[in-house]
């Protein structure tokens, strides 16, 4: 593609002018691969962008999609359903543990995250609280590119152009502290009191009964892999089933084995109230997104309006897409019969280990890592940050694999059929890297 084929697509969280000047372009994609415009294969070392956990090109995927788009391609979801839909939720019921069993369904993470907080604040007024207003984010959180997810989050660069956005919005502090829990392997021992200035901060500045909601990211991806430190996840659910808070876990990264189980509710035995799903929902394909809550929710909010009555006045066009519905049945299925969980749990061990022979290389100051997911923090450049990482990213596209970076941290998050022959080619691939670049 020439430049004036490229012009006039504004692209999402790029930098536009850099990439015209020098496309990367995929054209097809299959197994672990992607392939470029001029024939060259790239490893995946991002599951596309956190969310095509069983790999590109799977066929039972394509075949559900390709055989509903001969059936009906769009069904109206406002008073009216298609059973798929129906099924899709049933499902998700079978991976979420407790009584997370109801789901509204989306387009996105960012969709389900507003669509999350709404429910929490609907909530809140059917019980007769309509004064729980307050919804506690997260320093360094990332929760979409919603005005309500962009609230709740806390990476700065996503949040500055934007004014104050919701007005009822505060924020923990993050849970990193590089003296006291770098090169953690899994979750570091350090961190768990973090938790508690939900309650002595928060809950004492804004009071308890205005609170509606916390929601955090279980592991903070986005921004550049956070660990919960051990318990901290425990403590928040204790402080918030103290005063009566809704907990909500925003599972886009998180969900569908990438760390090992089904979801990280599951990994750590904290259930929140709330889960946000996205992204592996469907292995990318089509797009969807879910929020599941817990029985409750549910009634409490369906329960308070009167009989033949809209309950919740939210809702997409989209919602619970017929096609988007069969790519997420396909991709289930293909979970479960792949025992794809499982192996991302046994591949685990193998994968920390590789990333941590990182340690030693020029520019790494600190490594992080959970189930299939790793953070790999660099030096910045001087009055240049995200500059060095981004060169790794270049570096490492020409060589034949894809990472992803978030200022100065690449993040890798390959799909769960990556072999371990497979992972010695990333690791060695960004080793190589560190090396060439070791004096830049």
């Not at 961190?191 to 279980?218: C, F, K, M, S």
Request: net charge neutral; glycine share 10%; hydrophobic share 45%.
């Amino acid at each position: 593609m020439n430049s004036s084929d490229l012009a006039a697509y504004w692209m999402p969280f790029t930098a536009n002018r850099q990439f015209k000047a020098a496309p990367r372009l995929f054209v097809a994609a299959e197994g672990m691969h992607f392939t470029t415009d001029d024939g060259r294969r790239v490893l995946d070392g991002m599951a596309g962008l956190w969310c095509v956990n069983a790999g590109h090109g799977r066929k039972p995927i394509v075949e559900a999609i390709r055989a509903q788009a001969g059936i009906m391609a769009f069904a109206p979801p406002f008073q009216m359903g298609h059973p798929l839909a129906f099924k899709v939720a049933q499902r998700l019921k079978r991976f979420l543990p407790g009584d997370l069993d109801h789901a509204f369904l989306t387009n996105s993470g960012s969709e389900s995250v507003d669509t999350a907080l709404k429910i929490a604040l609907a909530y809140h007024r059917a019980r007769g609280e309509s004064q729980r207003r307050w919804l506690i984010g997260r320093e360094r959180g990332y929760h979409g590119a919603n005005f309500g997810g962009t609230s709740v989050g806390g990476i700065a660069a996503n949040r500055k152009a934007y004014g104050n956005l919701l007005a009822c919005v505060d924020h923990l502090q993050h849970t990193h502290d590089p003296e006291h829990n770098s090169y953690s392997r899994g979750q570091p021992a350090w961190g768990a009191h973090l938790a508690d200035e939900l309650e002595t901060r928060i809950v004492a500045l804004h009071d308890a009964g205005n609170i509606a909601a916390v929601i955090v990211e279980p592991l903070a991806g986005s921004t550049g892999v956070l660990v919960p430190p051990v318990d901290y996840l425990e403590r928040l659910r204790a402080i918030c089933d103290r005063y009566g808070i809704l907990l909500i876990f925003d599972e886009v990264i998180t969900g569908f084995g990438r760390l090992g189980s089904s979801f990280a509710c599951e990994k750590f035995s904290v259930l929140p109230d709330i889960v946000c799903l996205a992204k592996g929902l469907t292995n990318g394909a089509v797009p969807m997104g879910a929020v599941v809550v817990r029985k409750a929710i549910y009634e409490t909010v369906t329960g308070a309006a009167p009989e033949n009555a809209i309950e919740l006045f939210h809702g997409y066009t989209y919602s619970g897409h017929p096609l988007a519905s069969a790519a997420a049945l396909a991709t289930l299925d293909l979970l479960e019969d792949e025992q794809l969980f499982a192996r991302s749990a046994e591949l685990a061990p193998y994968f920390e280990q590789a990333v941590h022979s990182l340690r030693e290389l020029p520019h790494v100051i600190d490594i992080r890592n959970l189930g299939l997911v790793a953070g790999i923090e660099l030096a910045p450049k001087p009055g240049q940050p995200g500059a060095r990482a981004f060169s790794v990213f270049q570096r490492c596209f020409e060589l034949g694999v894809l990472i992803r970076t978030t200022g100065d941290t690449i993040a890798l998050s390959p799909p769960l059929i990556i072999s371990k022959p497979q992972i010695d080619e990333l690791i060695a691939t960004i080793a190589r890297v560190l090396r060439e670049l070791a004096d830049r």
